[in-house]
């Protein structure tokens, strides 16, 4: 290794970025680095997935991910959505190619382009302000190729561009000053400058000539060869790509792989391979050390780990590198630990930090079961010999001690789709309660059904809702509309208690349970509570809320002698009955949702609530849940309300709907970092002012005549953004905040003159509340004649006027009172009935009565919003009459308009109270249907157009053919301008004209499974 003093300049080459456009997202194996774990995704997203090659990346002091790429320029991303960032660049740039981009502290958006020169945003002034080399300046830009941007300890701005480097001093914004300047023989005058990196003695920069140190005086200057003999042989054998602090040391990278700065011997030592690998040392663009000590490689052909400690390349899992074929050209670790990795020509992609809390099950089970394994799983038992019982539709699986399986199906012609409760007796057998009757599986390991206690009861076999069974061997059976029923099987002992649930159709037991004092409690689905006294059920009197009736309870669940835990439709209840007092758990306290369908306490004395949308554990010590997901490895959102069981060693194993998971309960929880909650998006009137901010302290000031203020908000945790929670209120116009609500736009119209305060508080997709909650402060200034003076004269004015009407008028009103008044009533039904006659003018089509263009319009965008937040699917169906023209050149125009007032008559009769329906153009007719599938909106299809082809269209006694083609889109969660809508539903419409008229035809991009 050799440590030169000097360097003469050298051969500059281009650099050529890739263009190519990649849309599909894929998922790659999950690295596991110490006990976390990374799965990387390719994010997929309509502007942000475009990008072809991200060559930086950066996370504000807010926690907003920016990146700059050479397709879509710089854009934002807020865990939610992509915001372009590229309005205002210079007005002759073909495309914005955006190489590098920092925000200093002063809060300036400085952005390096290639081949259009450096800009920053000034906020005030709204724009951008450019930079660009001039050979006439000494100080201009060095080149119009900028590489890389870094802001140091003082605040300076540092350009590192193709052909040397500019600095910008904090206070003076506006000025460049080229570095060495009076020196065109320095190394660094005209070097392309690949990184850079502030260090305890000075500042490194990677070059296209090797390494340089900078004094921090930048008086003093060492040049270093990472390997002087590539640098003789190989074109670019010298050139760094990457240059980064490490673990307190100078770390680079280049084509010829890694090195790190050895102080005591100043020079630099390749960083290799255990002894006896061979393969070839990485091309080296990028390396990161994260917040825990990983130190991440980004290379042409994917993602490396070095471990720091030995300082080897780490393997992962069977291979070197991960995220392979994928040349990475920037990363970033943002502050939860998940790395964010940009690509040439591949786009963005997500290595979420996760940490596997749960494990199907379906790993540990033989390929011929998998398939099984991995649906609905509705029960689960560990009996007293360790085997684990798992129920799945049709059948059953066990696994013994050994982890040897077996599988029981039920008799087809018994038709069981859901075990609704394992329990195993004192004698061994295990009994399962099912939708088609009772079955138990006992020593002999024969499934059989049990029919003997519908014999006694006298009753055809009835779906068993839930089953107990006691330490002497007596079954309790809940039966569907029947009862509860106790039932010893030897002694052939029955009795039925809760008869009363037959009076309420539907009403059922959803649980059956048993506390340390040996007393029986139900929960059930009308008639609340019951405990059994030793002679029977007696309804326990619950006080939660303002609630008449007896709740709806999922589940009850003992703790200790007089408190409970139930589960609701509004929340998780602890229920203390001795004091009748009573606390509720929900979305506040880090539940994913308010129903709750079941509850369990494990062996260590933790808390776990299930949830259709999840599992939430009770954190020991605190009175709030953690939510857990599909990116904690739970294979399905949907957890079982009686699948949930443990095993002596304290082993839990829950049922999910895409089948079981087991999870250590010692296992601590991870990502309960209290996420910051900011301003993403602003507009004013329609017109988008997000720029115009100071997003460190967003403050508004609107004039008084202003009309729509609407403001977006994230909640900066990328675990499982999409459920992210808000809840907001105006202080100032409305006390109390909104409902905790997944939407992020908050919108306020007409508000009066005043000063509020915009507080919006944010969760976690996980239940734990934001850093602080985000404040805006609004002014909204009040008119001239809101002035005390204009309210004074004002009001002189108003007195003098009235003294004078009244002492000139008096005589005149009390005579003509009556007339007035009788005038001024008949004026006011006069104005209200053309006001609105001009609203349905305006808005209806004169001829059909259906709505116009406009109309619908103005009204779908409403029904679109409603459907996204009720997460509900929505229909548009476009139809066109069959040779209308026809029509109109042999009977008239007349005739067509009678034609067209009869179609319209028909879909008005077939039509619900929420759908939209508008004569579209001409014989065109447009309907959205909110809340229906592909298969409710090609049936009300079906009947229009069986309806017109059978009705009995007459003009002047003469019969006329009436036929429709119609087209049909169906969406599920998507926001799109009714323009796309109607476009797809017109190319369906399209090819049904094509293939013959009279048809109904899908667009391609419907779902078909009626979702």
């Not at 849309?23 to 390719?42: H, K």
Request: aromatic share 10%; charged share 25%; hydrophobic share 40%.
């Amino acid at each position: 290794m050799f440590i030169l003093e000097s360097f003469g300049p050298r051969t500059r080459a281009g650099f050529a970025y890739g263009v190519c456009l990649l849309l599909a997202a894929w998922t790659w194996a999950e690295p596991a680095v110490g006990s976390v774990q990374y799965q990387f995704e390719r994010l997929a997203d309509e502007l942000g997935g475009r990008q072809s090659s991200i060559y930086d990346l950066f996370q504000d002091p807010d926690g907003l991910i920016w990146l700059a790429g050479d397709t879509d320029g710089l854009l934002r991303f807020d865990g939610n959505e992509f915001t372009s960032w590229n309005e205002g660049f210079a007005a002759d740039l073909t495309r914005a190619n955006v190489s590098t981009q920092v925000i200093t502290p002063a809060g300036r958006l400085w952005v390096g382009s290639w081949g259009n020169g450096l800009q920053y945003w000034d906020r005030q002034q709204e724009r951008y302000v450019a930079f660009l080399a001039d050979a006439d300046d000494p100080d201009a830009l060095a080149d119009n190729r900028v590489q890389r941007l870094m802001v140091d300890s003082g605040g300076r701005v540092w350009v590192g561009t193709a052909a040397g480097i500019n600095l910008i001093d904090p206070d003076d914004p506006d000025r460049l000053r080229r570095f060495a300047r009076d020196d065109p023989d320095h190394p660094l005058f005209g070097e392309r400058i690949w990184g850079m990196v502030e260090h305890d003695d000075g500042f490194w920069l990677a070059t296209t000539g090797g390494v340089y140190w900078l004094s921090p005086d930048l008086l003093h200057w060492r040049h270093y060869l990472l390997d002087l003999e590539a640098a003789e042989v190989f074109e670019r054998g010298a050139e760094v790509r990457t240059i980064a602090r490490v673990h307190g040391e100078i770390w680079a990278g280049s084509q010829l792989g890694v090195f790190r700065h050895d102080a005591a011997g100043d020079r630099f030592v390749q960083i290799g391979f255990d002894d006896g690998v061979a393969r070839p040392m990485p091309r080296v663009n990028v390396i990161l050390e994260s917040a825990q000590g990983h130190v991440w490689i980004g290379a042409f052909d994917g993602l490396y780990l070095i471990d720091p400690t030995r300082r080897r390349f780490q393997r992962q899992g069977e291979a070197w590198n991960r995220i392979a074929d994928v040349d990475i050209r920037s990363m970033l670790e943002d502050s939860e630990g998940n790395l964010w990795i940009g690509s040439r020509d591949q786009g963005l992609i997500h290595g979420w930090r996760t940490q596997k809390v749960f494990s199907p099950l379906v790993r540990q089970m033989p390929d011929n079961l998998a398939e099984l394994g991995r649906r609905l799983t509705s029960a689960v038992l560990f009996d007293d010999r360790d085997r684990l019982w798992l129920s799945v539709p049709g059948g059953m699986l066990r696994r013994d001690a050994a982890d040897q399986w077996r599988y029981w199906e039920f008799p087809s012609e018994i038709g069981v789709r859901r075990v609704e409760g394992l329990r195993q007796a004192p004698d061994g057998r295990i009994w399962i309660g099912t939708n088609d009757g009772l079955f138990s599986i006992g020593a002999d390991d024969q499934l059989r059904a049990e029919s003997r206690i519908y014999e006694l009861l006298g009753v055809g076999t009835l779906p068993v809702n839930s089953l107990y069974v006691h330490d002497d061997g007596t079954l309790w059976v809940s039966l569907w509309q029947y009862g509860l029923v106790e039932w010893h099987p030897e002694t052939e002992h029955t009795r039925v208690f809760l008869e009363q649930l037959r009076r309420l159709r539907g009403d059922l037991v959803y649980q059956l349970t048993r506390d340390d004092r040996g007393q029986i409690w139900a929960a059930t689905r009308y008639s609340g509570l019951f405990r059994f006294n030793g002679d029977e059920f007696e309804a326990i009197e619950l006080q939660i809320g303002h609630q008449l009736d007896a709740p709806t309870l999922y589940c009850v669940v003992p703790e200790q002698p007089d408190r409970l835990w139930l589960c609701t439709e509004d929340g998780l209840v602890r229920y203390d009955l001795a004091r009748a007092e009573h606390q509720v758990f929900g979305s506040l306290q880090g539940l994913p949702v308010e129903r709750i369908t079941g509850f369990f306490l494990d062996p260590l004395g933790s808390a776990w609530a299930l949830t259709a949308q999840g599992v939430a554990r009770k954190l020991p010590d605190s009175e709030r849940f953690v939510s857990y997901g599909l990116g904690d490895g739970l294979p399905g959102l949907g957890l079982q309300r009686n699948a949930v069981h443990s095993n002596a060693d304290g082993l839990l194993v829950m049922g999910t709907s895409h089948g079981a998971v087991q999870v250590d309960p010692a296992a601590p929880p991870r990502g309960l970092n209290q996420p910051p909650t900011v301003l993403s998006r602003l507009w004013i009137d329609g017109m988008e002012r997000t720029r115009t901010l100071d997003l460190a302290t967003p403050a508004l000031s609107l004039p008084h005549d202003f009309r729509d203020l609407m403001i977006q908000v994230a909640v900066l945790d990328f675990h499982d953004p999409g459920r992210n929670l808000v809840r907001y209120r105006l202080r100032g116009f409305e006390a109390e905040f909104s409902p905790l609500t997944r939407d992020r736009i908050i919108r306020y119209m007409n508000l009066p003159p005043g000063s509020y305060v915009l507080e919006v508080e944010g969760w976690s997709s996980r239940g734990v509340p934001g850093q602080r909650p985000l404040e805006i402060p609004i002014e909204i200034a009040a008119p001239w004649w809101h002035s005390p003076l204009a309210w004074v004269s004002a009001l002189l004015l108003l007195a003098a006027l009235i003294w004078a009407t009244i002492a000139l008028r008096e005589r005149q009103l009390r005579v003509s009172n009556e007339r007035l008044s009788a005038l001024v009533e008949a004026r006011t039904q006069e104005l209200g009935e053309a006001n609105r006659r001009l609203r349905a003018s305006a808005t209806e089509d004169f001829l059909t009565g259906l709505l116009n263009r406009r109309g619908f319009t103005e009204r779908f965008n409403a029904v679109q919003q409603l459907a996204i937040r009720q997460q509900a699917p929505l229909a548009l169906v476009l139809f066109d009459l069959d040779h209308f023209k026809r029509i109109n050149d042999e009977y008239g125009h007349d005739a067509g308009d009678h034609v067209l007032s009869a179609v319209a008559q028909i879909v008005k009769q077939r039509l619900r109270r929420a759908d939209l329906a508008a004569r579209w153009g001409g014989e065109e007719f447009l309907l959205a249907l909110p809340d229906t599938d592909v298969a409710g909106a090609v049936g009300l299809c079906e009947t229009l157009r069986t309806r017109l082809a059978e009705h009995d269209i007459r003009h002047k006694d003469q019969p006329i053919q009436v036929s429709a083609t119609f087209g049909v889109v169906v969406r599920h969660g998507v926001s799109a301008p009714l323009e796309s809508w109607v476009k797809a539903a017109d190319g369906a419409m399209y090819t049904g004209k094509r293939g013959g008229r009279n048809k109904i035809v899908v667009a391609e991009n419907s779902p078909h499974d009626g979702l």
